[in-house]
């Protein structure tokens, strides 16, 4: 099979929605400090530009979760594979996302992460596929681009771990 990626958001496009989304971060958070929490390793990318584009006092923590093995489905079970390093007991927790699918990583996550004590939890994703959700728990606060029903790769998002490096986010085929 022949793998082709198609542009979706181009690499200016992105930067432009990321220095957006930063902004009402910064607006919304003014006198706070957001504590950001970058799921690994999708979210390298995103958390990089967004922190840069956040004007109050950052603090940042990253944790790894099982989702995808190296297909395209998700499991529906999630593990925690590294925790964060620090207590979010009494911090504004701003969890950010590559991309929302089904909602099973974040239904998790978000149950975990409350019992631990945090002053609040919000939650913000580069991408969401809203028409893939299969849980009704999970609410969005910060959507970067709201995508179709394709597996998109690029500016972190990865298919069997390739094109994490793609300075856009792109949609992938595959043919032959
Ligand atoms: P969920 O638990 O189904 O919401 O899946 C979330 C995770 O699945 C994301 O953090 C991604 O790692 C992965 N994922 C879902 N859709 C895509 C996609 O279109 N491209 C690449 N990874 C994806
Ligand atoms: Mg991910």
Redesign the pocket.
């Known amino acids: 099979m022949k793998e082709s990626v198609q542009v979706l958001f181009s690499e200016e496009e992105v930067a432009a929605r990321i220095a957006e989304l930063g902004k009402q971060i910064s607006e919304e958070y003014a006198g706070r400090q957001v504590h950001m929490i970058c799921?690994l390793k999708?979210?390298v990318f995103f958390q990089c530009e967004l922190a840069k584009r956040i004007t109050v006092p950052v603090t940042m923590d990253f944790m790894s979760l099982s989702?995808?093995g190296s297909g395209?489905v998700?499991s529906g079970r999630?593990k925690i594979i590294k925790d964060l390093d620090d207590s979010i007991e009494g911090k504004d927790v701003l969890i950010i996302?590559?991309?929302?699918?089904?909602?099973?990583?974040?239904s998790h996550l978000l149950k975990t992460l409350a019992h631990r004590n945090p002053a609040s939890i919000r939650l913000c994703t580069l991408?969401d596929?809203p028409d893939?959700r299969v849980v009704d728990d999970v609410q969005v606060d910060y959507v970067g681009f709201v995508?179709p029903d394709?597996?998109?790769?690029g500016y972190g998002?990865?298919?069997d771990q390739k094109y994490r490096n793609l300075p856009y986010v792109g949609e992938?085929s595959f043919s032959g």
Not at 97 to 106: A, K, P, S, Y
Not at 150 to 153: D, G, R
């Open positions: 799921i999708g979210s989702s995808y395209t998700s999630v996302e590559d991309i929302i699918d089904t909602g099973h990583t974040l991408l596929k893939r995508v394709v597996f998109v790769v998002l990865d298919y992938l």
